[in-house]
C-alpha cells in the first residue's frame, strides 16, 4: 500500500490486498473472503482433532490445540477434565463449517451485486465507502469492528453464567460462575500482574468490563468523528492503519503466549500439560523444565512458542508498515545504497575493492578543481567583455539548466548579465560650462609644449624709415616716425 498518498502504483498479483486499495468493495470482498477460510479451518480442524482424539491418552500429549479450547469452555467435558459427549465438539466444527460457506457467499454477493468502489453503490452501502485520508469515515469502521469484538466478549460471559458454565481448573469440574467480580478496585490491582489471575470470578468479572468498553468504544467511534489532536499525532493512510493492526496483534499474540505458558486457570494443565519455564539464552523459549527432549513436546509448549513468534512477526510487519506510513521506504534505500556502493568502485562486482592510485588524478567533474601547472595571465584570458577595467566575477557562459558541472539536475539557477563597468574615466566637457572649482579639464601640471623653431634665435631687425610722400597732398610731418617691423622666423 502506498504510505503518504494515494498513486496510481500497479502491484503485482501476489501483493495481496495492495491491489485493491482504491476500491473499497473489492477489499470488503477479500477480507471476507479471508474470514471465510478462516472459518473453513477451524471448523475442519476441529472434526480432525475430534477423528484422531483417544480417551485413554491425556489430551496434552496428542497435539490437540482446538479441543483443549472448546474443553476450557466446558463443551462435552466432565469431572477432571475427562470427555464425556463428543457431539458438542461435532457440532461446533459442524457449524463453523456452514458459517465459512455463509461468508463465502457474502464475499460472492459483493464481488457480483455491487461495484468494486462502494462510491458508486446506491442506498446504504455507500455509507461504508471509505478513503484512507478519510479519518471519520475509518473511525466509523473502526467503531462497528469494536462493537463485533465487545460482542465476543460478552458471549464468553453469558456462556460462563448462564449456558453451561467454564471448566475450573481449581475444582476440576464444569461450574457456573453465579458472582463474577465487579469491583473495580479488585481487578485494577492486576495491573501488576496481570496474568496471575487464579479464579473464574475475577476472570468473567474483567471480560465483563471487556466487553462494556469495546462496546461503548466502538458506539463513540460510531457517532464521534476523530478530535483534531488525534487526527494530528496518528497516521491516517492505507501503510498506518494496516501498522496498528498488526501492532494490536502483536500485542494479543504475546499476552496469549505468556498466559498458554504460565497460567494454569485460563490454560488447565488436564488440556494442556504442566507450566512451562522461559529461557532466552540465544532466542527466547518456552520448554518443560521437567520434561527430556526425547519425550516430545506437550500441546502448551509448542502452542505457547508458536504464538510468541508469529507474534514477533506480526510486530516486524507493523513496523515495516510504520515507516512507509512515514515516508521512508527501505527498498529505496537499499537500492541507493548498492547504486552508490557500485558506483565507488570501477568493477561493479568486486563491490568492496578500493582502488588506490599513486599519484594524484585530476577530477575534472569536479567544480573546484586543482589548478593549472602554468596559469595564463590574467588578462589573457578569456572573458566576456571586451576592455580590462574592473569587473565583478563573471562566469565565461551562462549556466543552463540541462546540466552544471556535471550535475543534471538543478535545484536554483543563477543568471549573470556581463555589464561594462569603468573603474575611473574624466569627466564629459560641456560646452560653455567651466569645470567644477573653475580648473580645466586639462592636466593641472602640464609642461609647455616647445616648438621646434623656438630654439633658433630670430634675425636682427631692421629699422625702416617712412617718409611721406610729396604727392600725398598732405603736409610735412613736424618729425619723423619710425615703425619697428618684427621679422618673425617661421617655426
Not at 3 to 28: C, D, E, H, M
Not at 97 to 122: K, T, W
Not at 299 to 315: D, I
Request: aromatic share 14%; charged share 10%.
Amino acid at each position: 500500500m502506498n504510505a503518504v498518498k494515494k498513486n496510481q502504483v500497479q502491484y503485482p498479483w501476489w501483493a495481496g490486498n495492495a491491489r485493491f486499495i482504491q476500491l473499497s468493495n473489492t477489499f470488503i470482498v477479500a477480507h471476507v473472503a479471508q474470514a471465510a477460510l478462516i472459518m473453513l479451518w477451524a471448523g475442519a480442524f476441529t472434526l480432525f482433532e475430534l477423528a484422531v482424539y483417544s480417551p485413554t491418552a491425556p489430551m496434552s500429549d496428542q497435539g490437540l490445540i482446538l479441543l483443549p479450547h472448546l474443553a476450557t469452555q466446558g463443551w462435552g467435558v466432565g469431572a477432571h477434565g475427562a470427555i464425556q459427549n463428543t457431539f458438542p465438539l461435532f457440532a461446533i466444527g459442524v457449524i463453523h463449517i456452514v458459517a465459512a460457506g455463509v461468508l463465502a457467499g457474502g464475499a460472492y454477493f459483493h464481488r457480483e451485486r455491487l461495484p468494486a468502489s462502494l462510491a458508486n453503490a446506491q442506498g446504504k452501502a455507500s455509507q461504508f465507502h471509505f478513503e484512507w485520508d478519510d479519518p471519520k469515515q475509518l473511525g466509523f469502521i473502526l467503531g462497528h469492528h469494536l462493537a463485533i469484538l465487545g460482542l465476543g466478549a460478552l458471549l464468553l460471559v453469558l456462556k460462563a453464567t448462564t449456558f453451561g458454565g467454564l471448566y475450573d481448573a481449581t475444582v476440576g469440574e464444569v461450574r457456573l460462575v453465579t458472582t463474577p467480580t465487579l469491583d473495580f478496585g479488585t481487578l485494577f490491582s492486576y495491573r501488576t500482574h496481570l496474568f496471575d489471575v487464579n479464579n473464574l470470578e475475577d476472570l468473567v468479572g474483567g471480560h465483563i468490563y471487556v466487553a462494556v468498553l469495546l462496546m461503548a468504544g466502538g458506539a463513540w467511534h460510531i457517532l464521534v468523528p476523530p478530535f483534531n489532536w488525534v487526527r494530528q499525532r496518528f497516521l491516517f493512510s492505507g501503510d498506518g492503519i494496516l501498522s496498528y493492526s498488526l501492532f494490536g496483534i502483536a500485542l494479543a499474540g504475546f499476552a496469549a503466549s505468556y498466559y498458554c505458558g504460565f497460567n494454569t486457570l485460563a490454560y488447565p494443565t488436564e488440556f494442556y500439560g504442566p507450566p512451562l519455564a522461559l529461557k532466552s539464552a540465544f532466542l527466547p523459549t518456552y520448554f518443560d523444565p521437567n520434561q527430556a527432549i526425547d519425550a516430545g513436546y506437550s500441546s502448551r509448549t509448542w502452542l505457547a512458542n508458536a504464538h510468541f513468534y508469529l507474534a514477533f512477526f506480526f510486530l516486524q510487519g507493523g513496523l515495516w508498515h510504520y515507516q512507509r506510513a512515514m515516508g521512508f521506504d527501505l527498498s529505496t534505500t537499499l537500492a541507493n545504497w548498492q547504486q552508490n556502493r557500485a558506483a565507488a568502485s570501477d568493477n561493479p562486482v568486486l563491490t568492496y575493492q578500493t582502488f588506490f592510485y599513486t599519484q594524484p588524478q585530476p577530477l575534472l567533474q569536479v567544480q573546484y578543481g586543482a589548478p593549472q601547472a602554468q596559469p595564463q595571465p590574467l588578462l589573457v584570458q578569456e572573458q566576456p567583455f571586451e576592455d580590462y577595467f574592473y569587473h565583478p566575477s563573471q562566469g565565461i557562459e551562462k549556466p543552463g539548466m540541462v546540466a552544471t558541472n556535471g550535475v543534471r539536475t538543478t535545484l536554483y539557477q543563477t543568471v549573470y548579465y556581463p555589464s561594462k563597468r569603468t573603474f575611473y574615466q574624466s569627466p564629459a566637457p560641456v560646452e560653455g560650462v567651466p569645470m567644477a572649482g573653475g580648473r580645466s579639464r586639462e592636466r593641472l601640471y602640464e609642461p609647455p609644449r616647445a616648438h621646434l623653431g623656438a630654439l633658433e634665435y630670430p634675425n636682427p631687425i631692421t629699422s625702416v624709415m617712412y617718409e611721406p610722400s610729396p604727392s600725398n597732398g598732405h603736409s610735412a610731418a613736424p618729425e619723423t616716425e619710425v615703425f619697428q617691423h618684427h621679422q618673425e622666423v617661421p617655426s
